[in-house]
C-alpha cells in the first residue's frame, strides 16, 4: 500500500543551524508529496508540496524536491530559527492521503 | 469561508458510551477525510469520501467506527461503546477531489480531542 517513512526525532538544533529531516515513501502510481507542519497547540497546516519527479517545493526558507529515483522528499532549511520549533510531517496524496509519524524539531536560541 | 470546522473540540465520555462529532468542510471541498492522531503519532488514516459517498474506510477501524456525509457537505463520525484506547484526536479534512485536482492539498481542521475515562 501507499505509505511514508519519516526520520525519527526528536531533532534538537541551535539557532541559524542546517535542517535535514528524511522522509521516503512507497506508492503505487504517481504520488504527490506534502510537508505540513503543526506549531504548538495549532492544527496541520501545508508547509509546501510538490506533485510530480524533479518539483522543488519551498516556503519560508524550507525546501524539499521530490525524487522519484530515491523515493524520497527529504525537507531543508538553510537556517532555523526557535519559532520553525514544531512538529512536522511528510504525506503523499494518491487518492486519499497519507502521513508519516512526524518529527518533532526544537531550536534552541 | 473560515476553513474546516470541527465541533465539538473537547469530549469526555464514559466508557461505554456512545459519541458523536461533526466536521463542516470548506464549502466547495467535495472530499472529506477523517483521521486520528495519538500522542506523538502522524495522523492515521481513518475514512474519506467523495461528496456523499464513503469510498475507503481502513482496516484498522473497528466497527464500532461509523462515519457519514448525507447530503456531501457536513460529515459525522460516530464511535459506539467507547473504550479507553479511543482516546485520541481526530481530525477532519477536506480538499477538492476529482482527478484534475489530485495534487491538491488537504486542509485540516483543529481537531477533537476525545477522552475516554
Known amino acids: 500500500g501507499n505509505s511514508v517513512t519519516q526520520m525519527e526525532g526528536p531533532v534538537t538544533l541551535s539557532e541559524e543551524a542546517f535542517l535535514t529531516i528524511n522522509c521516503t515513501y512507497t506508492?503505487?502510481?504517481?504520488?504527490?508529496l506534502f510537508w505540513y507542519v503543526q506549531y504548538p497547540g495549532e492544527g496541520l497546516q501545508l508547509l509546501l508540496k510538490a506533485t510530480k519527479a524533479d518539483d522543488k517545493g519551498s516556503n519560508k526558507g524550507f525546501e524539499a524536491t521530490y525524487r522519484k529515483e530515491t523515493t524520497s522528499f527529504h525537507l531543508e532549511k538553510g537556517s532555523v530559527q526557535v519559532s520553525d520549533s514544531a512538529v512536522y510531517f511528510c504525506a503523499l496524496r494518491i487518492s486519499d492521503m497519507r502521513f508519516g509519524a512526524g518529527t518533532r524539531l526544537t531550536v534552541k536560541p | 469561508d473560515t476553513g474546516v470546522s470541527q465541533n465539538p473540540r473537547h469530549k469526555i465520555t464514559k466508557r461505554g458510551q456512545n459519541v458523536t462529532f461533526r466536521c463542516d468542510p470548506i464549502?466547495?471541498?467535495?472530499?472529506l477525510y477523517w483521521y486520528r492522531q495519538t500522542l506523538g503519532q502522524g495522523p492515521e488514516f481513518l475514512t474519506y469520501f467523495q461528496n456523499e459517498a464513503q469510498l475507503e474506510k481502513s482496516r484498522l477501524l473497528s466497527d464500532r467506527f461509523s462515519a457519514e456525509r448525507p447530503k456531501g457537505s457536513f460529515s459525522t463520525l460516530e464511535i459506539q461503546r467507547t473504550e479507553q484506547g479511543d482516546s485520541a484526536m481526530y481530525l477532519c479534512a477536506s480538499s477538492l477531489g476529482d482527478e484534475i485536482y489530485v495534487n491538491t492539498e488537504a486542509f485540516f481542521g483543529q481537531g477533537t480531542r476525545l477522552t475516554v475515562v
Open positions: 506508492a503505487t502510481g504517481y504520488p504527490s
Open positions: 464549502s466547495e471541498h467535495n472530499r
